[in-house]
């Protein structure tokens, strides 16, 4: 069974930061596009940011550039998210979901992702 598992969620003040990390099972994780995505209840889900492990490309929204970082390391089979300087408007619940390497170009619409992780809740305070 594929099974991810997002951790790392907790409250914080505005500025402050936060690394989350979504560990992974059952798939050949270099073959995968891990990415974060966001939502707020009565929200829309948000693409956060997407990583092709075997080359490590990366993108991220526009409101999130410069301020997180997405990683990975292949011999833990996890990708992390490091959020800095972080705003109210971050709060979220934040999910990390997998698709094959090719779709992190789209991973903006959501659509190619199917393999989802719980999510793990971010609260920021102003």
């Known amino acids: 069974d594929v099974q991810l598992q997002a951790s790392g969620g907790g409250l914080v003040q505005a500025g402050g930061s936060l690394r989350l990390s979504c560990a992974t099972s059952?798939?050949?994780?270099?073959?995968?596009?891990i990415a974060w995505f966001r939502q707020d209840p009565g929200k829309e889900r948000e693409p956060v940011s997407c990583?092709?492990?075997?080359?490590?490309?990366?993108y991220y929204r526009n409101s999130v550039k410069g301020r997180f970082t997405i990683s990975s390391d292949s011999a833990k089979n996890t990708v992390y998210l490091q959020m800095n300087s972080l705003k109210p408007e971050d709060t979220a619940g934040y999910y990390c979901?997998?698709?094959?390497?090719?779709?992190?170009?789209?991973?903006?619409?959501?659509?190619?992702?199917?393999?989802w992780g719980r999510g793990t809740l971010v609260t920021v305070s102003s």
């Open positions: 979901a997998a698709a094959p390497a090719r779709y992190c170009t789209a991973y903006g619409t959501g659509g190619p992702f199917g393999l």
């Open positions: 059952g798939l050949t994780f270099d073959d995968y596009a």
């Open positions: 990583i092709r492990s075997s080359d490590g490309t990366t």
